[in-house]
């Protein structure tokens, strides 16, 4: 699992469980990966796909954040995807992960990944895709069945 620990000017800042001692944070954006060392100070440890602009826009953003990091640097969001599959995606609410089918949800089936990424959940158990317009409730997440897609008049 890879607790997200907040997302800014679309990166997603996240560390992986049981990964090396040394802290460090990972973070993702549509066009690739970086792994930064926060100790002894915010330092590029790898570059997967990043622009120099890029790599210098999260240094900016690490060094922001740098004491909520050292501090909270467990502290994960309630709500987040965390994987997606040809077949659909996970999302992880309260520490439970829920399968969304794009057979059950079309919705998400052609978005890119940074939209089905950019979830939020604005009042508790109902989430919204901002970037999709997507407004589902933990009820028809859990049972889609019961929200059929046409209308059965």
């Given at each position: 699992?890879?607790?997200?620990?907040?997302?800014?000017?679309?990166y997603?800042?996240?560390?992986?469980?049981?990964?090396?001692k040394?802290m460090?944070?990972?973070?993702?954006?549509?066009d690739?990966?970086?792994?930064?060392?926060l100790?002894?100070k915010?330092?590029l440890?790898?570059?997967?796909?990043?622009?120099?602009?890029?790599?210098?826009?999260?240094e900016?953003?690490?060094?922001?954040?740098?004491d909520?990091?050292?501090?909270?640097?467990?502290?994960?969001?309630n709500?987040?995807?965390?994987?997606?599959?040809?077949h659909?995606?996970?999302?992880?609410?309260?520490?439970?992960?829920?399968?969304?089918?794009?057979?059950?949800?079309p919705?998400?089936?052609?978005?890119?990944?940074?939209?089905?990424?950019?979830?939020?959940?604005?009042?508790?158990?109902?989430?919204?895709?901002?970037?999709?317009?997507?407004?589902?409730?933990?009820?028809?997440?859990?049972?889609?069945?019961?929200?059929?897609?046409?209308?059965?008049i």
């Amino acid at each position: 699992m890879s607790p997200t620990v907040f997302r800014e000017r679309g990166y997603r800042f996240f560390f992986f469980s049981r990964e090396e001692k040394r802290m460090h944070i990972h973070v993702h954006s549509e066009d690739g990966e970086v792994k930064f060392w926060l100790e002894p100070k915010v330092e590029l440890a790898r570059n997967y796909r990043l622009s120099k602009h890029q790599l210098n826009e999260i240094e900016s953003i690490l060094e922001e954040h740098y004491d909520e990091l050292k501090t909270h640097g467990k502290t994960i969001l309630n709500t987040e995807v965390t994987n997606i599959s040809s077949h659909g995606f996970w999302l992880i609410c309260s520490e439970i992960e829920y399968f969304l089918s794009y057979t059950d949800f079309p919705w998400f089936k052609d978005a890119s990944v940074g939209r089905i990424l950019n979830v939020e959940e604005p009042i508790e158990y109902h989430f919204y895709w901002p970037d999709l317009d997507v407004d589902l409730s933990l009820d028809i997440i859990k049972n889609p069945e019961k929200f059929p897609l046409e209308s059965q008049i």
